[in-house]
């Protein structure tokens, strides 16, 4: 046996919830104070079977089947980090969080500021959300523009399974709070986490495809849709270039800015209603940063003001590639 | 020292557990019990033939749907195999002017409410959010974030309160007095807004019961991570009546939500029934209970199961087999058409959805649905 073999590779294919259980055990196996908490986590390895194999390994105390309450599962989470434990609690589906959203937004994201900065609370809320599982009411929806609007928290979302691996690593070993939000419908999407990636930075955004005509900025599971419909444009004849901006806040304007001063012209692209998304956010920072190169108003692509309709439909209200597209002529006509 | 005897008395219960309820045990025998068998002595066989009837439907029902989950027909499906005494058994014992507050697994409940096949599968169906009109049953539509339902039934029944008492009464010389039904598992009991509801339902007296279907399950977690005790304990503690039934037995659930009706009818505040009970088909279509419970488990709940137990009790009491078999004839039919129905479900208009979204005209919306109608008819013009 020689012995490379017996090293870990640096590089492994795997599916993106692979990736985050791999995220989960690698930071628990390096730090006794990680510990995760949920709905469903422990046994049953998660709806998802995310957390699969993660009870077994370090027990019931370190991976907790909880009590059923949210509000209870992000309250105590708050407590146990200000006793200097490092919780990964999980929300089962998006639509679920709305019970603890006081302990979120009145707590969590405040506690530091408001001890005079003497506890922190590095409580990493993994959260699937998204759409377009042919699912039921709640459990398809992409609440991330309430939390970013929330000063205090870190909101923070993955795109591949490398970016999900680093993504969450880095959000439990920083000081902050941080709500991971990882894209539901791409858990089984397959794809090379390279583990020497060791300077990771999740707060930042990443250019996943060169292009000189149009800026397609976006994230989560609408990222490969993006890269499809900037292949499709290229067809057309147009080079588009696509930011997967990974962090919803911070919110990595400079990338972004960089890019439009060269194409001119924005699209931005997410699942959450348009009005008072993401999008707006950014549209209004790029126009402030980049008013002399734009060449369009920026636009945006998200859903309907409408709650996440019902399964038979939801890829009429889900962006897709086609209004994505739509999204490019229009800019390129303006 | 001189020597001291101290005798600390142990009370045997310390925490009030209140005692379980059984008129008809595992082996379908009456048992007496002063204060509830007389809130079922008019129930003659007749009558308990039509209750075991609507049981067995329900359970013909979930059995389609659930097979037409397996088949691509339907998004997902909660199974309510096992619990059909408690459900069909409480609904037996309202009033149609009761309004109910179901969780998503009360499909005893709905089909006793009168509620088609098709409008209970819509939702799962993925074709509508809620596929009946919740006044025509009163019975409100599904709700799935766990225990929302709660403060709701809490709120409807503080409202009863105010008709009498600020003359809002539809008919005023009505002698009905409807009262709410709130519908949870063992697992929502945990949710917060069961605990501010109770507190609600106290100081207002609201005439609302709370029916909590303990199914020991809260999918993959066991009752024992949600309370030490019954959750009918809780009820003391909020100062009203708790009750805790087996809910496998059709009597007790009947006469403990009677008895608990008319108190409630009467002004004298929320109770609370703890139905124990046991979920034994898997949480969801979705789910693989193998994971976390043991075949032994469900075998040996299976064997009290409530619907057999009925059965043999409805046999002792000399239901003749031509019954049974004419039954099982109607179930068999019944299947039939409760796929059809799902079957014949119209598909939604995603342009429809628009026009749900508020009850007076808004701006935004109707800039999105106009928007989202000539991008349709670009597609139209290009093909
Ligand atoms: C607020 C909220 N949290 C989590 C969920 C996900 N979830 C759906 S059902 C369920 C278990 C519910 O258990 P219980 O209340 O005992 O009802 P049962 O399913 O056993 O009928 C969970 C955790 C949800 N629907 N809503
Ligand atoms: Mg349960």
Redesign the interface.
């Known amino acids: 046996m020689t012995t490379e073999m017996n090293e870990a590779p640096a590089v492994e294919t795997l599916t993106m919830a692979k990736a985050i259980n791999r995220a989960l055990r690698d930071a628990m196996s390096e730090s006794n104070k990680v510990v995760l908490m949920g709905e469903d986590i422990g046994k049953l390895g998660g709806v998802f079977r995310v957390t699969e194999g993660l009870s077994a390994e370090f027990g019931e105390k370190r991976v907790m089947d909880s009590p059923l309450g949210e509000a209870g599962i992000i309250g105590t989470s708050i407590g146990l980090a200000m006793k200097g434990y490092r919780p990964v609690p999980e929300i089962q589906f998006d639509g679920f969080v709305f019970p603890a959203f006081n302990q979120i937004t009145s707590q969590l994201s405040k506690m530091h500021g408001r001890t005079g900065k003497n506890f922190e609370v590095p409580v990493t809320i993994r959260i699937p959300f998204g759409g377009v599982i042919g699912s039921v009411e709640h459990h398809s929806e992409s609440p991330e523009a309430l939390f970013a609007h929330t000063p205090g928290l870190r909101v923070v979302t993955a795109s591949s399974p490398h970016d999900a691996y680093w993504g969450l690593r880095k959000s439990i070993e920083s000081p902050d709070p941080v709500i991971f939000f990882e894209p539901k419908r791409r858990y089984w999407m397959k794809g090379a986490v390279n583990f020497g990636h060791t300077n990771f930075d999740p707060f930042t955004a990443e250019v996943v495809r060169a292009g000189k005509d149009l800026t397609i900025a976006t994230y989560g599971a609408l990222v490969p849709v993006a890269l499809a419909a900037a292949q499709a444009a290229q067809e057309g004849g147009y080079s588009v270039e696509v930011i997967d901006l990974r962090s919803i806040s911070p919110l990595d304007v400079e990338t972004v800015a960089e890019s439009v001063n060269k194409t001119g012209r924005l699209v931005i692209a997410h699942e959450a209603p348009t009005f008072g998304g993401m999008g707006g956010e950014l549209s209004a920072s790029i126009t402030e940063r980049c008013f002399y190169s734009l060449e369009a108003p920026v636009l945006r692509v998200g859903g309907f003001h409408m709650p996440y309709p019902v399964a038979k439909v939801e890829e009429e209200y889900v962006p897709g590639i086609d209004r994505i597209l739509e999204a490019i002529e229009r800019s390129f006509t303006y | 020292m001189p020597e001291q005897q101290t005798t600390v008395e142990v009370p045997s219960n310390p925490w009030g557990i209140p005692a379980r309820l059984q008129l008809l045990n595992e082996e379908a025998q009456l048992q007496h019990d002063d204060k509830f068998s007389p809130y079922v002595e008019d129930i003659d066989r007749e009558t308990l033939q039509q209750v075991y009837r609507t049981m067995m439907l329900t359970r013909r029902f979930d059995d389609e749907a659930t097979a037409l989950q397996r088949q691509g027909q339907l998004?997902?499906w909660a199974p309510c195999k096992g619990q059909e005494a408690a459900q069909v058994g409480s609904a037996f014992a309202t009033r149609p002017e009761d309004f109910i507050f179901p969780s998503y697994r009360e499909h005893g409940v709905a089909i006793s409410r009168g509620i088609d096949p098709g409008e209970l599968l819509a939702?799962?169906?993925?074709?509508?959010?809620c596929g009946w009109k919740p006044q025509d049953h009163n019975f409100q539509a599904y709700t799935?974030?766990?225990a929302a339902q709660v403060p709701h039934a809490t709120g409807y029944a503080m409202g009863l309160n105010f008709d009498a008492d600020f003359g809002n009464e539809r008919d005023p010389n009505s002698d009905e007095k409807p009262a709410v039904l709130a519908y949870f598992g063992d697992?929502?009991s945990?949710?917060?807004?069961v605990h501010e509801s109770m507190v609600f339902a106290a100081s207002y007296n609201a005439p609302v019961l709370f029916f909590v279907q303990n199914n020991q399950w809260?999918?993959?977690?066991p009752f024992s991570?949600?309370s030490r005790v019954p959750i009918a304990t809780r009820a003391a503690g909020y100062g009203f009546e708790g009750l805790r039934v087996d809910g496998n037995d059709i009597l007790a659930v009947v006469a403990a939500t009677r008895y608990a009706l008319e108190k409630i009818r009467a002004g004298e505040g929320p109770v609370l029934i703890e139905a124990e009970t046991y979920r034994l088909g898997a949480h969801t279509t979705?789910?693989d209970p193998t994971?976390?419970r043991t075949n032994e488990e469900l075998e040996s709940r299976t064997l009290h199961e409530p619907i057999g137990r009925l059965e043999k009790y409805l046999r002792a009491q000399g239901t003749p087999d031509s019954f049974f078999e004419e039954l099982m004839a109607e179930v068999k039919e019944y299947g039939a058409s409760v796929r059809n129905s799902a079957l014949n479900l119209q598909?939604?208009?995603?342009e429809d959805?628009?026009e749900?979204?508020y009850a007076s005209a808004?701006p935004?919306?109707q800039e999105?649905a106009q928007w989202?109608q000539e991008?349709q008819e670009?597609?139209e013009e290009q093909n």
């Open positions: 998004a997902l939702l799962f169906r993925g074709v509508n959010t799935l974030v766990l697992g929502s945990t949710e917060g807004e809260a999918i993959s977690v991570t949600q979705a789910d994971k976390y598909n939604p208009r995603f959805f628009f749900r979204v808004h935004l919306v999105e989202f991008y670009g597609f």
